[in-house]
Nanobody, 115 residues
Framework: VQLVESGGDWVQPGGSLRLSCAASGFAFSISNMGWARKAPGKGLEWVSAIYADGDTWYADSVQGRFTISRDNAKNTVDLQMNDLKTEDAAVYYC??????????WGQGTQVTVSS
C-alpha cells in the first residue's frame, strides 16, 4: 500500500489549496478514504472522509470550506480547501481504510496559512 500526498504549500488567510493523494497497492474503489491533520502541539484531527459509496463527512471546523472528492479511475482522493484560516495550518495526512479494517497513512504534506 502506498499513499502519496501532494499540494501542500504556503497560502495567505482566505486563500485556497488543493491537496491530492495518489493511492496504489490496494482495492481503492472499495476502500474508504480520508484526510486528517496534525498541527504543532495538537493531536491528530480528522478533517474529512469519503466512503466507497461516495458519501462524505466533514469536521465542523471545515464544513462549507473544504470539499473531498475521489477518482476511482485514477486512484486519487483530493481535498479542495477554500477560505483557509490560520488554524488550518498543519501537516495533512491521507488515510486509507480498507475493507479488512486495516488503516494506512501517507507521509503528509505541509499546509502553512499565514500573512
Amino acid at each position: 500500500v502506498q499513499l502519496v500526498e501532494s499540494g501542500g504549500d504556503w497560502v495567505q488567510p482566505g486563500g485556497s489549496l488543493r491537496l491530492s493523494c495518489a493511492a496504489s497497492g490496494f482495492a481503492f474503489s472499495i476502500s474508504n478514504m480520508g484526510w486528517a491533520r496534525k498541527a504543532p502541539g495538537k493531536g491528530l484531527e480528522w478533517v474529512s472522509a469519503i466512503y466507497a459509496d461516495g458519501d462524505t463527512w466533514y469536521a465542523d471546523s471545515v464544513q462549507g470550506r473544504f470539499t473531498i472528492s475521489r477518482d476511482n479511475a485514477k486512484n486519487t482522493v483530493d481535498l479542495q480547501m477554500n477560505d483557509l484560516k490560520t488554524e488550518d495550518a498543519a501537516v495533512y495526512y491521507c488515510n486509507a481504510h480498507l475493507v479488512d479494517e486495516l488503516n494506512f497513512w501517507g507521509q503528509g504534506t505541509q499546509v502553512t496559512v499565514s500573512s
